[in-house]
């Protein structure tokens, strides 16, 4: 008898970017290969998504600071500094002051199972928000070109999501959308919402089982195994 495999969103969804060459094909083998062996990357835009999450969560007062006349708002974690400016952060107030009564970070309290190539699957999932009927979706961005509406459709995530929440009406994705340098640096909000559609577990099941055979191609599946 197969064991039962626990898969985030996320790592399924690192695998459809590979497969399907979004970033002008920069999500490489290696890259699904070392997010499976948990490797981690910290960089910018990681630790920007960091803050963003922890200013919508906790209000982006409770990181107000203030030195020689200037305002600014201030998140730190294992030594690494996000500074950002008050237009950086105006999109994020208006945000709390438009949703002022969601619940914050859903941790595993969604675990649904299926079944794929003889292995059952446990998905584990992470909410960033939720209210009655809407789950909500925190993303940063700080390409040269706008948040669009196709790439964030083609993800697994939001299909997983509603899968799990089959009371849920829709998903809403927030992207803050970081540009500029220095002072003149500004962020503005892209929302987008998506619904049901019939095609929701096909689809979701086609790039499960192409992950599932690579790994065990690759003699990693056991990292994939429930522990």
């Not at 990681?46 to 963003?52: E, F, I, N, P, Q």
């Not at 794929?116 to 070109?145: C, N, Q």
């Not at 009371?167 to 640096?185: E, R, V």
Request: net charge negative; with cysteine; aromatic share 16%.
């Amino acid at each position: 008898m197969k064991p039962t495999l626990k898969i985030s969103p996320s790592i399924l969804d690192q695998w459809r970017c590979y497969m399907d060459g979004e970033f002008n094909g920069k999500v490489t083998e290696q890259d699904v290969i070392n997010y499976l062996e948990g490797v981690k990357v910290g960089n910018q835009a990681v630790w920007l998504g960091r803050a963003v999450h922890s200013m919508l969560e906790n209000t982006p007062e409770k990181y107000r600071m203030e030195a020689y006349g200037e305002v600014f708002y201030f998140y730190n974690e294992h030594n690494f500094d996000i500074s950002l400016n008050p237009l950086e952060v105006e999109p994020l107030i208006e945000f709390c002051n438009a949703y002022p009564h969601l619940a914050y970070e859903i941790p595993d309290i969604k675990r649904f199972v299926n079944t794929v190539l003889g292995y059952e699957v446990m998905y584990s999932l992470r909410i960033d928000a939720v209210e009655p009927l809407v789950l909500h979706e925190f993303k940063t961005s700080s390409s040269w070109s706008k948040p669009e509406f196709e790439f964030y459709e083609r993800s697994m995530q939001w299909r997983l999501y509603l899968m799990a929440y089959p009371d849920a009406k829709c998903i809403k994705y927030h992207i803050f959308h970081f540009t500029g340098s220095g002072l003149k640096k500004t962020c503005e909000r892209f929302d987008f919402t998506f619904f049901r559609s019939p095609d929701i577990e096909a689809r979701v099941q086609e790039y499960l089982t192409s992950f599932i055979q690579f790994a065990e191609y690759k003699g990693l599946i056991d990292k994939l195994i429930l522990k």
